[in-house]
């Protein structure tokens, strides 16, 4: 994926009302912007344009039934950006181990008593 999908991807998720209709989704295997507006705070119209937001991205599909559309979760794509949260972590997680290190021996040149 480019950095310009991943922005896009990460700014989608990062929205708690995005991932709280992803939870809903994926617990209930499908949904409508009806039947997920009555789970969340914000009216049917607000989920529809979060739905929209998700479906850019790839996150979700949706597929025509009657005047609704109903959404699915689209676990390859959810699959991908769980990974690239997964790497983003491990990367993080080896910084801060360095940073860890630093300022320890930082400390322990601190605390040496003078030669």
């Known amino acids: 994926m480019s950095t310009a999908v991943d922005d896009e991807l990460w700014s989608a998720?990062?929205?708690p009302t995005r991932r709280r209709m992803l939870d809903l989704l994926l617990s209930e295997g499908s949904?409508?912007?009806t039947s997920l507006s009555a789970h969340l705070p914000v009216t049917r119209q607000a989920v529809a344009?979060?739905?929209?937001?998700?479906?850019?991205?790839g996150l979700v599909h949706a597929t025509p039934?009657?005047?609704e559309r109903v959404y699915r979760v689209d676990e390859a794509q959810l699959a991908r950006a769980v990974?690239?949260?997964s790497a983003v972590g491990a990367t993080w997680d080896a910084r801060l181990r360095?940073?860890?290190?630093i300022?320890?021996?930082?400390?322990r040149q601190r605390s040496a008593p003078p030669a």
Request: a positive charge.
């Open 98 to 101: 360095r940073i860890k290190r």
């Open 31 to 33: 949904g409508t912007a």
């Open 49 to 57: 344009k979060h739905l929209g937001v998700l479906d850019r991205v």
């Open 65 to 67: 039934s009657g005047r």
């Open 103 to 107: 300022a320890e021996a930082i400390e």
């Open 13 to 15: 998720v990062g929205d």
């Open 83 to 85: 990974a690239q949260l």
